[in-house]
C-alpha cells in the first residue's frame, strides 16, 4: 500500500438507485438479457459532463502543504580534503551539532463549515520520521493561503482534523457511504502532485474492502477514480455531491495510478471527525486475544467439524486480558459479536474494535463444534507499543541438530499418524528451544519428511493443544489424535509455537492405515 500524497524530494509510502425490472416468468434469464440492463439504468443514462456538479464542489476541496524540519547530523570536514589520503577516510565524520533542514509535504483536504474546519488524512500533516512541522498552509480554490491550526489527528483512522481562521467559506457535507454500491459513479476531486485542483472520475469497484491491516478502519471504498500521490485527504463524491469518502491510499508497485484506490468511507470518518472536534480522544474497544489471522480455510475448518468462512479462530488469549476473564480459550471461533456475523468482510478485529470500552459484548462461540455464547466487558485498546509488548514476538529460532535419539524421546501411535515425535516439554527443554517458562505442552524431537506436518512444523516446536485439547504428554496427544481419527475428521488442528512466536493454529492430515 502507498498512501496517496507527496513529500517534496521523495515519496512516503502509507497513501439514483434503480429497480431491475424483470418479466414475471417461471423461467429464469440471463442477468444482462436484453433489456434488462437498459431498465436498471439511471434515469436519463450516465451525466454528459460532471461540470456543473464539480462547478459548485470544486471551491470547497483545498490544497495542504506543510514545512518540516528535520534534524541531521552535522558531518566534520575531512582533515585530509586535497590529499593524496581524502578518499581513505570518507568524506567526513558525524558528531557535530545537528543541522536542521527543511522538508514540505503536499496533499489534498476539504472545508466542512463555513467557519474553516478542514478534514484530511493524518499522514498529510503528520511530520516524517525524525522530523517536526513547522507550520501547515492551507490555499483554497481561489489562491488564497491560511495558516491552519492542528485541532487533533488520530493515527488508526489515518484522518486530521485543521482550522483556518476565515467566514463565509465554501463547503461540502458529509454523505450515506452505507449507501454506495458497486458501479456506482464516483469523482475525485484533489491536488496530485502539486499541480492544482484536478479531477477525475470512475465507479465504486468495491465496498467493505479488507486490506488486511486490521483494525477497526481496516473498511474502504475501493474505486477506479484515478488517485495519485497528493490527492489524499481529498473527497470522494457521489453524483449527488455528497462526500462518501475520503481518499487515503492506492495500491501500486510504482506510486502511480493503476485505478485500485482506496477511500475512507464516510460513515467511519463522521463520528471521529465529530470527536476531534470536540477536543475529545478516540477510544476503542479490546478483547485480548491473538487472531489466527484470515478467513477459516478447508484444511482448518475441516479440522474443526465446521463451516468453511464461519468466524474467526483464537490462536491466543492474553492472560488476565477481558477475553480470557471471561472464559474464552484459544481455539475458540468467534462466529459472532452482538449478533453480528464475523465475515472475511466484517472481522471481529472491525467489531471488537467498534464497542465502546467499557460496554459488556456478547460473543457466539464454536468451540469443538458446539455453539456457545460469553459476554466480554470490552476493555479500552492499548497503544501500538503496549500492544507490542504484551505480544512478546521474538525472533525464530534454531535448535541443535543432534542425534535424535534422546533419553525420554517417545513416538506413540497417535503421534505418528501425524508423522511426529514428541516429547513432555520440560524446564530445561523449553529454555534450549527458547519458549517461555510457562508454555506447556510437548516438543517435538523428529518430523517425517513423507508427512503432512513437513514444511508446517520443525523439530523444536511446542505443541501445546490438538482441537482445543491441551496435551502435555505423548500420550495425552495420542489420545487427542486417536479422537478425532474415530469421529471421522481427516485432520487435527494443533497449536504450535516456535521460540518467543505467538502460538499459530495449524491444521495436520491424520495419516490413513
Avoid: C
Amino acid at each position: 500500500m502507498r498512501y496517496a500524497y507527496a513529500i517534496t524530494g521523495a515519496l512516503l509510502l502509507g497513501g439514483a438507485t434503480a429497480t431491475l425490472a424483470l418479466q414475471p416468468t417461471s423461467a429464469q434469464t440471463a442477468q444482462n438479457e436484453p433489456g434488462a440492463i437498459q431498465a436498471a439504468a439511471p434515469k436519463g443514462g450516465a451525466p454528459m459532463s460532471f461540470a456543473d456538479m464539480v462547478a459548485r464542489l470544486q471551491p470547497a476541496v483545498v490544497n495542504i502543504s506543510t514545512k518540516q524540519s528535520i534534524a541531521a547530523p552535522q558531518q566534520q570536514a575531512n582533515p585530509f580534503a586535497g590529499t593524496p589520503f581524502e578518499g581513505m577516510f570518507g568524506q567526513g565524520q558525524g558528531g557535530g551539532q545537528p543541522q536542521k533542514r527543511e522538508g514540505q509535504s503536499l496533499g489534498s483536504g476539504f472545508l466542512i463549515s463555513a467557519d474553516g474546519y478542514v478534514v484530511t488524512n493524518n499522514h498529510v500533516v503528520a511530520p516524517a520520521r525524525g522530523a517536526t512541522v513547522e507550520s501547515i498552509t492551507v490555499t483554497l480554490n481561489d489562491r488564497k493561503e491560511y495558516t491552519a491550526r492542528l485541532i487533533g489527528r488520530d493515527e488508526a483512522s489515518d484522518l486530521a482534523l485543521l482550522k483556518i481562521d476565515a467566514t463565509a467559506l465554501p463547503f461540502v457535507k458529509f454523505g450515506d457511504s452505507a449507501r454506495a454500491r458497486v458501479g456506482d459513479w464516483v469523482v475525485a476531486i484533489g491536488q496530485p502532485f502539486g499541480l492544482g485542483g484536478t479531477v477525475t472520475a470512475g465507479i465504486v469497484s468495491a465496498v467493505h474492502r479488507v486490506t488486511g491491516q486490521g483494525g477497526a478502519y481496516d473498511r474502504f471504498i475501493q474505486t477506479d477514480a484515478s488517485i495519485n500521490q497528493g490527492n489524499s485527504g481529498g473527497p470522494m463524491f457521489n453524483l449527488n455531491g455528497d462526500v462518501i469518502g475520503i481518499n487515503s491510499q492506492i495500491f501500486s508497485s510504482s506510486g502511480g495510478n493503476i485505478g485500485i484506490g482506496f477511500a475512507i468511507p464516510a460513515e467511519e470518518a463522521k463520528p471521529i471527525i465529530a470527536t476531534l472536534m470536540k477536543g475529545q480522544k478516540i477510544q476503542r474497544g479490546y478483547l485480548g486475544v491473538t487472531l489466527q489471522g484470515g478467513p477459516i480455510d478447508d484444511d482448518t475448518a475441516a479440522a474443526l467439524g465446521i463451516a468453511k468462512n464461519q468466524g474467526e479462530l483464537l490462536a491466543g488469549v492474553a492472560p488476565g486480558g477481558p477475553a480470557e476473564k471471561a472464559g474464552l480459550r484459544p481455539g475458540d471461533v468467534v462466529t459472532k459479536v452482538n449478533g453480528q456475523a464475523v465475515t472475511p468482510d466484517t472481522t471481529l478485529s472491525y467489531l471488537a474494535s467498534n464497542v465502546p470500552p467499557g460496554q459488556s459484548a456478547k460473543l457466539d462461540v464454536l468451540r469443538n463444534g458446539r455453539p456457545q455464547s460469553f459476554n466480554v466487558v470490552v476493555a479500552e485498546r492499548p497503544s501500538d507499543k503496549q500492544l507490542a509488548a504484551l505480544s512478546g514476538q521474538g525472533d525464530d529460532f534454531t535448535t541443535d541438530e543432534g542425534d535424535d535419539s534422546t533419553p525420554g524421546m517417545t513416538s506413540p501411535a497417535g503421534s505418528n499418524t501425524l508423522g511426529l515425535t514428541v516429547q513432555t516439554l520440560t524446564p530445561a527443554i523449553a529454555r534450549q528451544v527458547n519458549v517461555d517458562s510457562t508454555v506447556r505442552g510437548v516438543v517435538i524431537a523428529q518430523v517425517d519428511p513423507a508427512s503432512d506436518a513437513a514444511g508446517k512444523l520443525q523439530r523444536g516446536d511446542v505443541i501445546s493443544a490438538v482441537n482445543g485439547t491441551p496435551v502435555r504428554t505423548p500420550a495425552e496427544m495420542a489420545s487427542a489424535v486417536a479422537q478425532a481419527k474415530a469421529a471421522g475428521r481427516p485432520q487435527v488442528l494443533v497449536l504450535a509455537q516456535r521460540g518467543k512466536s505467538p502460538a499459530r493454529f495449524l491444521p495436520l492430515k491424520i495419516a490413513k492405515g
